[in-house]
């Protein structure tokens, strides 16, 4: 039985393995020297549990490198790290020289969506980590969001639940980085609009141990609170300007003219009394002495 290729879907779908070249550097691993292999610029992965990469390292001691990494040919001879990093780093631990490595033909872009694309599909990336490949793939490489989740093989929706959690707060990516809060717990956190009110649930999760439904109904409630209170709002809002309609109707019926009533919303405003001769003025003065009497 042949072997499955070992690098997955995702990077085939971004580069031409059917061609003759390219094809055989991607199915025949080399041997290089891991001194000769310089570090990614473009590896969104910024946390290696050491303890895991201990455990990676000893297996290697044991077995060997099963799945070569993935380098590209600078112009100084030396190799770029594309992706396989872990096994890299795991692999000097274990004290090799030589690593192997399929060795690629990939521009600073290609070379960026190969990268992004194999480390969310291969690597256990947290849901920040994967949130900021999504947007870095997304922006950097001018994908549509329809064209990433192909790339990557995920839902549209998946996709978008991602690159939501970069509208959170600052300390609530944090908390969803070192795993404090799950993935469904930042879902039900984004559909709050007012960071101090996310905050304020966040905090609350982590001192009650929430779940993630206990959440849920928490900002449901919290939506139906607000929603009442808008309503509320608005009627009192068109309750006072039915009032100053009645008002003015009062002043016109008691002057005998059509008063002009303006008032905005911060209560600023003015009546004006029109006359059209010297008659009606005395009138509208002879009413006024009256209503101050």
Do not use: W
């Amino acid at each position: 039985m042949a072997k499955k290729n070992a690098l997955g879907r995702g990077l085939d779908a971004l580069i031409d393995t059917n061609s003759g070249s390219n094809n055989e550097r991607q199915r025949e691993a080399n041997e290089i020297a891991i001194n000769k292999i310089e570090a990614n610029p473009f590896q969104p992965r910024t946390n290696f549990d050491e303890e895991a990469l201990q455990e990676l390292s000893d297996s290697i001691k044991e077995l060997g490198v099963i799945q070569p990494i993935t380098v590209r040919v600078l112009e100084n001879g030396n190799y770029q790290l594309i992706s396989g990093e872990r096994r890299l780093r795991a692999s000097k631990l274990a004290g090799l020289k030589k690593i192997p490595a399929y060795i690629r033909l990939a521009d600073d872009q290609g070379m960026l969506e190969m990268a992004l694309v194999e480390n969310i599909q291969r690597e256990d990336l947290n849901a920040i980590e994967v949130a900021i490949s999504y947007q870095r793939l997304m922006e950097e490489c001018k994908l549509t969001q329809e064209a990433l989740s192909q790339r990557v093989g995920k839902k549209r929706s998946t996709v978008s639940n991602y690159t939501r959690l970069l509208n959170l707060s600052a300390k609530i990516q944090l908390g969803i980085k070192e795993e404090k809060i799950s993935m469904g717990h930042a879902r039900a956190l984004i559909s709050v609009k007012e960071e101090e009110t996310q905050l304020m649930i966040y905090d609350q999760i982590l001192k009650y141990d929430f779940s993630v439904r206990r959440v849920e109904d928490i900002i449901r409630e919290l939506n139906n609170e607000a929603k009442k209170e808008s309503k509320l709002a608005k009627r009192k809002v068109h309750a006072t300007a039915e009032d100053y309609e009645q008002l003015q109707n009062h002043l016109s019926n008691c002057f005998a003219t059509n008063v002009g009533f303006k008032r905005n919303a911060k209560g600023n405003g003015r009546i004006t009394i029109p006359f059209k001769n010297d008659d009606e003025l005395e009138r509208i003065i002879l009413i006024l002495d009256k209503l101050n009497t």
